[in-house]
């Protein structure tokens, strides 16, 4: 494929260098010419274009810039009709700890403000029921993980202990505010098992290189 | 632990099961009091109890309600002085594809308002710069995913290609505006990535039970 990457970040010089080898042809643009100039110096198939250039005939444009640069940097290419773009941006805040976007509030924060005196602990909110009746154990010795958020840290500890005494494998997701994480990723684990049809015998988990 | 149960329904009755099973004291209570009875009534260690007495000694409360009915359902306990709540709730639409809180638009959706014309796909937000850098191989034969989500088939079809070409496991998550469960699928890669410190090596997947 003809693809255009904006941007020569950490992110954008990933994908030059993977689609490069994949034997697409790239065309790379950055808000600083030189970096893109330094990728395609060194890969077969890139080629460094300014932003006014960068469209060409590609069918796929990367938007591999800050969130907050996005759609500037889209506009800056011109016309962008029937084109496809590739949106692999994060509005997240600076601290790079929360979104910017539809990160309001979470179904724990709210229980919590309605019952201050006790603990709140969100978990076992991206277990499916089905999950939970037929016990954590899946496919290659895989354990289904249960994913723990709260702001006490003796309520969080003795919420871990629960779900290991269950045998499921418990995560610590930080502070109550990561439920607005954790709702999202029961809600698409919701998607896959229901509007995807992959059945209930799923759980999201994480995978490390190692 | 001495452990209360809110709910009946298929949550409630998963834990009431594992629960009792791993030899917690367990109390279960139900809107519908003979749910929780029939319950108690095939599983040693567990007591079917109506709200106001289902408090008791338990460290632990379980709402394995709805997320509409879990504060009433607390409230219903009495005071929860220093109780530890686990929240479970999902705000879910009625339909169950979207959430009540926190959804309210994505980056993908202000990009593509912003950009008409172009059909925008989310994917790759969930991939860090580090592991699409150094390729998507993982442990124990493990590919790393690119979730992509956007309302143009064609266009999803041609980035699903996209990732495969350069060796990603990509995964159809839906329409764009299942750009609000990617975005903060991300953010929770990111905290544990940097603010848990379990590095840059990660990605998020979903496993399945065969």
Do not use: C
Not at 41 to 61: I, R, W
């Amino acid at each position: 494929m003809n693809i255009t990457v904006i941007g020569a970040g950490n992110m954008g010089s990933g994908f030059v260098k993977q689609l490069a080898k994949a034997g697409h042809q790239v065309r790379v643009t950055a808000r600083d010419l030189t970096k893109a100039q330094a990728l395609a110096a060194v890969q077969a198939g890139v080629t460094a274009v300014p932003a006014g250039q960068a469209l060409g005939d590609s069918q796929v444009v990367i938007v591999a810039t800050g969130y907050a640069d996005a759609v500037p940097a889209l506009k800056a290419l011109g016309p962008l009709e029937g084109r496809i773009v590739v949106d692999i941006t994060n509005p997240l805040t600076a601290d790079y700890m929360g979104l910017t976007l539809g990160f309001d509030t979470s179904a724990a924060e709210e229980i919590a403000k309605a019952v201050p005196s006790a603990h709140v602990v969100k978990a076992f909110n991206t277990v499916l029921a089905q999950v939970l009746a037929d016990g954590p154990s899946f496919a290659d010795g895989q354990t289904v993980p249960v994913f723990y958020a709260g702001d006490d840290e003796r309520a969080k500890q003795t919420v871990r202990a629960l779900a290991e005494s269950i045998g499921f494998k418990p995560v610590d997701a930080g502070g109550l505010k990561n439920a607005r994480y954790l709702e999202p990723l029961a809600g698409l684990n919701i998607y896959f098992a229901y509007g995807a049809g992959q059945g209930t015998q799923i759980a999201p988990t994480w995978i490390h290189r190692v």
